[in-house]
């Protein structure tokens, strides 16, 4: 197959670059900063769908992001590439304080104590979730009864919260990195434009100069 990798990666080494790339996480915001930066459309077209994609890892359709990102941009005209690029703001070094502050958000404005003795953690939400969703769906291959407690507690108190309490701070930092990406996009842009003519300024002066046969300075 022509895109198939030849060297077989083993599965600890793909846990391993999923949580710290090849070349460290500097090196991949330097790639997508690169890859921004030449986007062909209007600096506000970018910042719109830097906006769709940063805000979208607020949300807790983790396996979704690119979809809603995408649609998220479509429907705000922003550049669909760049909302796709800006999901990138989510990653395993910031998943946790996003969730921190999104389930923290949401208790807050649901009035849910956090607090009350029989609450669990994030991660034994998402275990007894994870095994609820197993049980169920092996008691429904046997034949078995159902019971989905557990999935219940966990859109309680951890999917509701996060998808509600996601939206603030989501909107707050998807306003931040548009504003910070509206200024570096155009000024790049901008450099660009004057360096592709200087450079063609330069073709046309050396053209010039053969046809009148004047040599080159």
């Not at 197959?1 to 999923?18: A, G, Q, S």
């Not at 991949?28 to 030449?38: K, T, V």
């Not at 800006?86 to 923290?104: D, E, K, W």
């Not at 951890?158 to 504003?179: E, N």
């Given at each position: 197959?022509?895109?198939?990798?030849?060297?077989?990666?083993?599965?600890?080494?793909?846990?391993?670059?999923?949580?710290?790339?090849?070349?460290?996480?500097?090196?991949?915001?330097?790639?997508?900063?690169?890859?921004?930066?030449?986007?062909p459309d209007p600096p506000e077209k970018i910042a719109r769908g830097i906006f769709a994609g940063v805000f979208t890892?607020f949300t807790p359709f983790y396996g979704l992001h690119f979809v809603i990102a995408g649609t998220l941009a479509w429907?705000?005209?922003?550049?669909?590439?760049?909302?796709?690029?800006?999901?990138?703001?989510?990653?395993?070094?910031?998943?946790?304080?996003?969730?921190?502050?999104?389930?923290?958000?949401g208790y807050w404005l649901l009035g849910i104590d956090r607090h009350e003795p029989h609450h669990k953690t994030l991660?034994?939400?998402?275990?007894?979730?994870?095994?609820?969703?197993?049980?169920?769906?092996?008691?429904?291959?046997?034949?078995?009864?159902?019971?989905?407690?557990?999935?219940?507690?966990?859109?309680?108190?951890?999917?509701?919260?996060?998808?509600?309490?996601?939206?603030?701070?989501?909107?707050?930092?998807?306003?931040?990195?548009?504003?910070?990406?509206?200024?570096?996009?155009?000024?790049?842009?901008?450099?660009?434009?004057?360096?592709?003519?200087?450079?063609?300024?330069?073709?046309?002066?050396?053209?010039?100069?053969?046809?009148?046969?004047?040599?080159?300075?």
């Open positions: 197959m022509v895109f198939k990798r030849r060297d077989r990666r083993p599965l600890w080494r793909i846990v391993l670059e999923f949580f710290w790339p090849r070349g460290g996480w500097a090196r991949a915001a330097r790639y997508i900063q690169h890859r921004l930066h030449r986007l890892t429907i705000m005209r922003g550049n669909i590439v760049a909302s796709l690029l800006g999901t990138f703001f989510g990653n395993p070094l910031t998943y946790v304080p996003i969730a921190i502050a999104s389930l923290r958000t991660l034994q939400n998402f275990t007894y979730a994870g095994g609820d969703l197993w049980d169920n769906l092996v008691a429904w291959v046997t034949g078995q009864p159902t019971d989905w407690s557990d999935l219940h507690v966990f859109y309680d108190k951890v999917f509701y919260p996060y998808m509600i309490g996601g939206i603030l701070p989501g909107i707050i930092t998807a306003l931040v990195a548009y504003y910070l990406t509206v200024p570096v996009i155009r000024a790049y842009q901008n450099r660009r434009k004057g360096a592709l003519k200087a450079k063609l300024a330069a073709l046309k002066k050396k053209k010039k100069q053969a046809e009148s046969g004047t040599p080159p300075e």
